[in-house]
């Protein structure tokens, strides 16, 4: 498939279909992370992953951290991860301020592999950082920074009718010219 393509025609589903992730393409998702690159290719992602279907009680307990509004259309995705982030680097002991630029380089190699493999994930941001590190036991070193929901995203039949009506509005972005700029900015 064409790369540009399959980077337009990448989404994030509110809508999931009844339909497992293989452990083989799960495994590819984390390799997919796995081979991004990353500030003195320290690696500072983390995940910590459950399938409902024989993880339940870690998948509950995922579920249970997030946000009112993402728990009701999330708990239909077969998986769920939190990703995290190595605070320091583990070499020089030095603040990791790019941590969150590199994992979103890994979410975003999943992305495109889900999209690839024909299944989806959605990023959220919306989820109770504090009531994870306490109910996974996160070390300090670690800081959480997302969730994600994993499945093959489509508009099954009994989804709410507010999530319905966001699946279906068209997808937009900025024009290129609003982001991309040739000349220093002006002098304030
Ligand atoms: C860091 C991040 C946080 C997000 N948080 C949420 C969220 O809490 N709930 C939600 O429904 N979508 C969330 N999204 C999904 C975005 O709304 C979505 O990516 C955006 O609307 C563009 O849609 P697309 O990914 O289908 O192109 C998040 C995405 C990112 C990258």
Known sequence: MDILELI???????????KEIS???????????????????SQPWRFLYAKRQNN??????LLSVLAEFNQAWAKAAPVLILTMVTKKYEVSGLEYNHAWHDLGLATG???????????????MGGFDADKAIEL???PENLEPV???????????GNLPLDIYKMEVEPRERKEI????????????
């Open 8 to 18: 337009r025609s990448r989404r994030s589903p509110r809508g999931f279909w009844e």
């Open 23 to 41: 452990d083989e393409d799960l495994l590819k998702l984390f390799e997919a992370a796995r081979w991004a690159s990353s500030s003195y290719n």
């Open 56 to 61: 339940t009680k870690l998948y509950d307990d």
């Open 109 to 123: 190699n999943m992305a495109l592999m889900a999209e690839a493999l024909g299944f989806n994930i959605h990023i």
């Open 136 to 138: 996974f036991n996160i």
């Open 146 to 156: 997302t969730m994600i929901a994993v499945g093959y995203g489509g508009l099954p």
């Open 177 to 188: 010219a609003e982001f991309v700029f040739d000349k220093p900015f002006e002098k304030k």
